[in-house]
């Protein structure tokens, strides 16, 4: 059982920051990373890390180059960087762990958070 709790979310203007924190209990060898749900859409894939030394990072085309995901192995805890934002980033921001990293990518996960919002205002 692997349980995740995150904070970081809030309400930010357009080209501002958040950082977003997901800590995990449990056992986390696992691809570790964030989906986000706008009202009335589907939930989609943000970004996705490896629970090994490298700590590849995956991120949804939509945030390359402007949001970046980290890792701390020993806190069991995953970072969510996001700059430039926009508008169309607002959405609850979920926090997820699956063996596979396909499954994350298309936004399915065998564990996940129970959210934080963001909201960017124009």
């Known amino acids: 059982q692997v349980q995740l709790v995150e904070s970081g979310g809030g309400l930010v203007q357009a080209g501002g920051s958040l950082r977003l924190s997901c800590a995990a209990s449990?056992?986390?060898?696992?691809?570790m990373g964030w989906a986000r749900q706008a009202p009335g859409k589907e939930r989609e894939f943000v970004a996705a890390i490896s629970w090994s030394r490298w700590n590849t990072p995956y991120y949804a085309d939509s945030v390359k180059g402007r949001f970046t995901i980290s890792r701390d192995n020993a806190k069991n805890t995953v970072y969510l960087q996001m700059n430039s934002l926009k508008p169309e980033d607002t959405a609850v921001y979920f926090c997820?762990?699956?063996?596979?990293?396909?499954?994350?990518?298309?936004?399915?996960?065998?564990?996940w958070g129970q959210g934080t919002q963001v909201t960017v205002s124009s």
């Open positions: 997820a762990v699956d063996l596979v990293l396909k499954r994350l990518q298309g936004a399915v996960a065998d564990y």
């Open positions: 449990g056992q986390t060898t696992y691809y």
